[in-house]
């Protein structure tokens, strides 16, 4: 088993930056690759950024591209999503996800453990 804990969220004005952490535990060598995901109200849980626990390949969604940076702490086992020039679309509970299976995950369903979730409010 693999518990994930993330932290970092809160409010920020539109422009501002966070910077999410996602500590993993428990059998993280077991590990692949680890994922943020986004689910704002009302809307699917989206797959925002993943990267292989190698750090080697990364994957970002189109809407965060060039504004988001994922990158990994093998040492820490953490994994970081920063974020940058954040906009109001962005405001969303942000998930940490940790998958064992060879192969970058881009679903939810590659996904095998599960983080709380931290909220994201960008104001206007």
């Known amino acids: 088993q693999v518990q994930l804990v993330e932290s970092g969220g809160g409010l920020v004005q539109a422009g501002g930056s966070l910077r999410l952490s996602c500590a993993a535990s428990?059998?993280?060598?077991?590990?692949?690759?680890m994922g943020w995901f986004r689910q704002a109200p009302g809307k699917e849980r989206e797959l925002v950024a993943a990267?292989?626990?190698?750090?080697?390949?990364?994957y970002y969604a189109d809407s965060v591209k060039g504004r988001f940076t994922i990158s990994r702490d093998k040492a820490k086992s953490t994994v970081y999503l920063h974020m940058d020039n954040l906009k109001p679309g962005d405001t969303a509970i942000y998930y940490c996800a940790a998958d064992s299976t060879y192969g970058l995950g881009l679903t939810l369903n590659d996904y095998d453990y599960w983080g709380q979730g931290t909220q994201v409010t960008v104001s206007s």
């Open positions: 428990g059998r993280t060598s077991s590990i692949y690759d």
């Open positions: 990267i292989t626990w190698s750090g080697v390949t990364t």
